[in-house]
């Protein structure tokens, strides 16, 4: 009977430690998303935006080429005569 009550409070010891390393683990996470979406908010409240690629177009420019190609295609179907 004492090797069950033995195991059985091994095994409670064990699951509060789990619990309580996962409740530290999660609130150290938290502070981090915080302090991060803070820093976020103080990037975009001084003007300052954040880096990107040169060789990436941005994002304005890349629906504008795409409607600049769907006018070309429609213009050389109309000139090619046939019909959308």
Known sequence: MAAIASD???NLV???AALGALAIISLVALRGWRD????KRDELAAGIAPAQDPTVPHAGSRI????????????????????L
């Open 36 to 39: 991060w979406i803070q820093l």
């Open 8 to 10: 059985l409070s091994i």
């Open 14 to 16: 064990m699951a509060a």
């Open 64 to 83: 504008e080429i795409a409607d600049l190609k769907e006018r070309l295609r429609k213009l050389e179907a109309i000139a090619a005569g046939v019909d």
